[in-house]
């Protein structure tokens, strides 16, 4: 495995991780072409949406993929699904290329990987009742499960905390958090070994998410199904996810178990997100926030470099003309992988670094001068 790869999860799940990946991915790009021009329309650019993504999964571990609205989290998780079809780089399931399978050789490993959709309105058909959307799955891959599908639909429904009667309603006699439930069932029907969970609680109330995210870690732990949980909400990744990978502006920056990225992130955008993070306890001394100045650059035009670098603190001439690579600095744990010329000092606790409130060089340099004067 090359330098740029993870290693062996670390986490508390009560499934072992094998030494195998379960799911592989290597330089995974998305570009979506841009068309202009009158009045023959040619390609005139590309929105970069994701570039150049290097991850693995392990069975039965849970993988959580972060950062902010736009960044390409939502593409990545419909590339590994192969509902998108990826620019560039490989994606290997159990050894097996499928980057650019077609849909018969798909057909085998579709039971396998299945996806939870962000929004529980938009994801159900309107048109059909709980029992033909969860038994839809079984119908397409022509699977016949021991007491009928009607059977194993209602066995589901319990499974997911919802009556089993609810078989012959329709979705818009459901909540929110109900909606989502049909979705997670909707996922189980095939037995999957890998659930792509696109911000699954998002749309969802705070006390209907921890519902929803309690029932995903029971099914983890009982069926030893892994799990890529997309979020922006890092309270919620901390609680479901052994490792986190965070991206930034379609690039992964950093990649850690969960207690040693939440602890000492060597990233500084990472640092920022955390930052924001409520505290709960009343005992533990006020954070001070990070305040990330200026808009997330366009994806059409990204920064040459690093791509944080227009709104990082640390940034310097070397930043804007080489681009970090994901790699194990001095002083990272094994797996714990950083992408930055100017890391954070990990043995500086995350809320200790007053100094770095102001981001904004200008503003930095106004300080300076005021100081001199």
Known sequence: MSENKTTKAVGDSATAVKDRPLLEVEGLTKHFPIYG????????????????????VFPGESLGLVGESGCGKSTTGRMLTRLLEPTGGTIKYE??????????????????????????????????????????????????????REAR??????????????????????????RQRIGVARALALEPKLIIADEPVSALDVSIQAQVVNLLQELQRERGIAFVFIAHDLSIVRHFSQRVAVMYLGKLVEIADRDTLYSGPRHPYTHALLSAVPETDIDVQKRERIRLVGDVPSPIMPPSGCRFRTRCWKAQDKCATEEPPLVQLSGNKAGHLTACHFPEDPTIDVGARKEDVVMDPALRSLEKDAKKS
Do not use: C, W
């Open 153 to 178: 639909v209602r066995e589901l429904l319990e499974t997911v905390g919802l009556n089993p009667e609810h078989y012959n309603r329709f979705p818009h006699e459901f909540s929110g958090g109900q």
């Open 37 to 56: 021009g009158f009045p023959f329309k040619r390609q005139v650019g590309a929105v970069q949406a994701v570039e150049g993504v290097t991850l693995d």
């Open 95 to 148: 050894g097996r290329d499928i980057t650019h399978a077609n849909r018969r050789e798909l057909a085998p490993i579709r039971s396998e990987i299945q996806m939870i959709f962000q929004d529980p309105y938009a994801s159900l058909n309107p048109r059909q009742t709980v029992g033909k959307i969860i038994s839809g799955p079984m119908e397409i891959n022509d699977i016949n499960p021991p007491g009928g």
